[in-house]
């Protein structure tokens, strides 16, 4: 399966501190993206990160990719109450019955305390 | 939630019956999906729309139906074959079928009584 798996599945952080999240993949892909949700509400997209890529920043957040370990990393910096939220990473890679494909995995619970 | 939009938010279905959640965007976007998410679990895909008055099966179309007149519309219908349809639905869009962001609607949440 191409499904991304992020690790952990819960954190919980004091406001300030940084959070790690993970996701690893299996199969080849053309980018791997990063989105939040909102409990109860829909997905928004953060970042995207190019096979070709090993690293991007978008405000406070910092992605990187290592196509080697078929695994990326999601780091919040400085940490807000507004953060918490579920995170999911998908990837987008070819699959021969559908053509280019975007797969989300179980998501993240990231809980910051104030 | 980027120019889509779906209705209601909450939906209550009795058994046996079929629903139809809508799913509009003025983004001007060709592809069009929709995702099944229940708790704790990432997105399933159900159905898929490249272009107007075409469309696909996703991973989990069984007891769902889809159509696509216009391109700002891509409502889906859950019909009385599915048999646990309990779940919050997510329709989404992007530029191209095989293009990068995906856009998504605020959720419909369905529940059978």
């Known amino acids: 399966s191409q499904q991304g798996e992020e690790d952990p599945q819960a954190l919980s952080i004091q406001e300030g501190e940084n959070a790690t999240m993970n996701c690893s993949y299996k199969t080849s892909i053309n980018n791997l993206q990063w989105y939040r949700q909102n409990s109860g509400r829909g997905l928004v997209h953060l970042i995207l990160?190019?096979?070709?890529?090993r690293e991007k920043h978008s405000g406070r957040l910092r992605v990187t990719l290592d196509t080697s370990k078929k695994s990326s990393s999601l780091l919040i910096t400085a940490s807000r109450a507004a953060d918490t939220a579920s995170y999911f990473c998908a990837t987008e890679g070819y699959n021969m019955e559908y053509g280019n494909k975007l797969v989300f995995g179980a998501g993240t619970i990231l809980r910051v305390k104030s | 939630d980027g120019g889509i939009t779906q209705s209601p938010k909450y939906l209550f279905r009795k058994e046996g019956q079929n629903v139809t959640l809508s799913c509009e965007q003025n983004l001007n976007h060709d592809a069009m999906y929709w995702y099944r998410q229940d708790p704790g679990q990432g997105l399933r895909l159900i159905y898929y729309s490249q272009i107007v008055n075409d469309f696909q099966k996703g991973d989990i179309a069984e007891g769902y139906s889809v159509s696509r007149e216009k391109k700002e519309s891509f409502p889906l219908t859950v019909t009385s074959a599915q048999k646990n349809p309990t779940a919050f639905y997510l329709c989404a869009s992007s530029i191209m079928r095989d293009t990068d962001t995906q856009y998504f609607g605020p959720g419909t949440r369905l529940t059978v009584l």
């Open positions: 990160i190019r096979s070709n890529e």
